[in-house]
């Protein structure tokens, strides 16, 4: 069977979007994810040319209200909740470090 995704690339972006599962589980995950990359390219291949564009099959009509700006809260009562500020901003722990993902 030619698979469609490795288990490393699979341990790669579970490692990027921070998520974890056990050794055990790997190759389900990688099965399925192999799966949904075949679909996908299953679906690339249907010819679609002349097909006209659909966003909707029904004729809808917006009936949110209209977009109006109101004053927003102020900076410093803002700043009041956040548990950390720093010249104005509120202070996050960083997610980022030296290039690598971490936290």
């Known amino acids: 069977m030619n698979m469609a995704i490795s288990e490393e690339q699979v341990k790669h972006v579970a490692k990027l979007a921070k998520l974890s599962f056990p050794q055990e589980e790997l190759e389900e995950f990688t099965n399925q994810l ?9 679906l690339e ?10 966003s909707n099959v029904i004729e809808t009509v ?10 927003g809260m102020s900076r410093d009562e803002l700043l009041k909740n956040a548990p950390e500020s ?5 202070k ?7 290039g690598e993902a971490g936290a």
């Open 34 to 42: 192999g799966k949904i990359i075949d679909m996908v390219e299953m």
């Open 45 to 54: 291949e249907v010819d679609t040319e002349g097909v006209p564009f659909t």
């Open 62 to 71: 917006n009936v949110m209200r209209e977009d109006v700006a109101n004053p």
């Open 86 to 90: 720093e010249d104005g901003f509120i």
């Open 92 to 98: 996050v722990p960083a997610i980022i470090d030296n």
